[in-house]
C-alpha cells in the first residue's frame, strides 16, 4: 500500500511522528500488507524505518502523505520522484487511499512502520511423530505359513499310510494301528471332510469375486504430492472458497487442478507460514519450505520480485480418476443438484452434516491436511445416490421441464408423495454416463 520509496532527493525537512503505533499496526495488515512487508521486498519495498531513512534522504511528510493518499495525481502534476517511482517498478499503479484511509490512519500506520514493535517468535513444539495405523500383515504371513506346513506334515502322513497298505504284504504292529486308526477317522468324518472341501471352494470363490470387484476401488486412498498442501489451513482455518481455486467445478465439467499462477495470487504476498494452525509431525519452517517449492516450480524470482521463465511441471498424484468410459459433469451436479444434494446427504447422516455440496462425494475436504478418496466412486455408490435423491422441483428449469410428470405422481400418490428422484427422469439410463 505504502509508496514505492526509494531513490527520493526531496527537500529535507524534520518528520515528527504522533501517530498511534498500535492502530496503524492494524491499519497496515488490513491496507498494506498485500504489497508490503516490514522486513522484505514484496510487490513493494520493505516499510521498517522507511520515514527515518526517508527523512535523511530529504523527504517531506507531507509528500509522503501526497503519495500514498493519491499518487496519480501526483504523477500528472509532472512530479520528478512520482514519475521515477513508477518507471522502477514497472509502471505497476499504486491503489488510491484518499478514500479510504484518514490523515490520521496514515499518520498511524506511518507511526508503526517507522518503528514497529519488536515481535516475539512463536517457537513451535517439538514435533511429534504421528505412527499411521498400518495393516500389519506379519500375523497373517506366519499363521498361513503355519497353516501349509501342518497341511504338508499330514499330506506325507497320510501319503505314507496309503504307500505301506499298497506295497507290504505284511504291516508291523504299529503301522497297521495306524492304517486302522485312518481308515476309520476318514470314515466317519468323510461328510464332514466333504462339506469343509465345498464351504472352503466358496469361501475362495468369494474372496476371488471381492478381489476381482475391489480393482479401482480406491477408498482411502491418500498418496503424497510433490508441494505439500494442507486443505485443512487453506479451506478449513482460513475459510478459502473451494471454487476459488477449482474454479471449473461450479460451470465445467471437470473440477481443475489449479494452476501456480493461482497459488501466486496469495503466495507472492504471504511468503512464509505465520500461522497458529501446526500439524503434530510438521512445523513452520516445514510449511515456508513448501512454499518456497512453488517458486521453484513456477520460475519466481524472490528478491527482485519477478519471473525467470524457468518453469518446471508439477507432477500431482491425482486421486480421483474416472475410467475413460464413464461420463461424468461437475457443473451439472454443483449447479442443478447443489440445493438437494446437500439437504438428501443432510438428512442421511445427521451426524457428519455438509453445508457445501462438494463434499457429499469428496468427503469433509476442508478438515484433511492431506487430501484422500473418502468414498467408493463405484457405478453401484452412484446409482444408489440417483435412486435416492430428489429432483429440486424449485428450480424453474425442472418445474417447468418436469411440470406434468409432478402433476402425474400428485394425484397417483398425493402431493405429499409426489417427488421425483434422478433415476426417475432418466438418472439409470446407461447412455447418460457411458458413451
Request: aromatic share 10%; proline share 3%.
Amino acid at each position: 500500500m505504502l509508496a514505492l520509496f526509494t531513490s527520493f532527493t526531496v527537500f529535507a525537512q524534520d518528520v515528527a511522528l504522533t501517530g498511534d503505533a498500535k492502530k496503524g499496526e492494524t491499519l497496515f495488515k488490513n491496507n498494506c500488507t498485500a504489497c508490503h512487508a516490514l522486513d522484505k521486498k514484496l510487490i513493494g519495498p520493505d516499510l521498517k524505518g522507511i520515514v527515518t531513512s526517508l527523512e535523511e534522504e530529504g523527504v517531506t511528510k507531507e509528500w509522503i502523505h501526497s503519495w500514498v493518499m493519491d499518487n496519480e495525481s501526483l504523477r500528472k502534476s509532472g512530479d520528478k520522484r512520482a514519475n521515477e517511482i513508477f518507471k522502477e517498478y514497472n509502471e505497476i499503479p499504486m491503489n488510491l487511499f484518499k478514500d479510504v484511509l484518514s490523515d490520521q490512519d496514515l499518520e498511524d500506520i506511518l507511526t508503526y512502520v517507522d518503528n514497529p514493535p519488536k515481535e516475539v517468535k512463536k517457537v513451535d513444539a517439538a514435533p511429534v511423530v504421528v505412527k499411521k495405523d498400518e495393516y500389519n500383515s506379519g500375523y497373517v504371513t506366519i499363521g498361513l505359513i503355519s497353516i501349509g506346513i501342518l497341511l504338508l506334515i499330514v499330506l506325507f502322513k497320510f501319503r505314507r499310510l496309503v504307500k505301506l497298505k499298497l506295497t507290504a504284504n505284511v504291516l508291523n504292529e504299529d503301522d497297521e494301528k495306524q492304517v486302522q486308526l485312518v481308515s476309520q477317522l476318514y470314515a466317519k468324518t468323510k461328510q464332514n471332510i466333504c462339506g469343509l472341501t465345498v464351504l472352503l471352494l466358496l469361501f475362495a470363490f468369494y474372496g476371488v469375486w471381492a478381489w476381482f470387484m475391489g480393482i479401482g476401488v480406491d477408498k482411502g486412498y491418500e498418496p503424497d504430492q510433490p508441494i505439500y498442501f494442507s486443505h485443512n489451513i487453506h479451506a478449513g482455518v482460513n475459510k478459502i472458497d473451494c471454487q476459488l481455486c477449482h474454479s471449473g467445478a461450479k460451470y465445467g465439467k471437470v473440477s481443475e487442478i489449479p494452476s501456480l499462477s493461482v497459488c501466486m495470487n496469495c503466495h507472492k504476498a504471504i511468503v512464509e507460514y505465520n500461522g497458529d494452525y501446526i500439524e503434530p509431525d510438521k512445523t513452520r519452517d516445514f510449511y515456508t519450505n513448501e512454499i518456497k517449492k512453488i517458486y521453484d516450480y513456477i520460475g519466481w524470482d524472490e528478491a527482485n520480485q519477478k519471473y525467470t521463465g524457468a518453469q518446471k511441471p508439477v507432477k500431482w498424484a491425482r486421486i480421483h480418476n474416472m475410467p475413460d468410459f464413464v461420463f461424468f459433469n461437475h457443473s451439472q451436479h454443483v449447479v442443478a443438484g447443489e440445493k438437494v444434494i446437500i439437504e438428501d446427504f443432510n438428512k442421511k447422516n445427521a451426524n457428519q452434516k455438509i453445508d457445501v455440496v462438494c463434499k457429499a462425494c469428496h468427503g469433509q475436504v476442508d478438515t484433511m491436511d492431506k487430501v484422500k478418496m473418502a468414498n467408493d466412486f463405484t457405478m453401484g455408490w452412484c446409482v444408489d445416490c440417483h435412486r435416492t435423491t430428489d429432483v429440486d422441483m424449485t428450480n424453474k428449469y425442472n418445474a417447468a421441464y418436469y411440470g406434468k410428470l409432478h402433476e402425474k405422481l400428485a394425484k397417483e400418490y398425493g402431493q405429499d408423495n409426489a417427488k421425483i428422484t434422478v433415476d426417475a427422469i432418466g438418472g439409470l439410463e446407461c447412455g447418460k454416463c457411458h458413451y
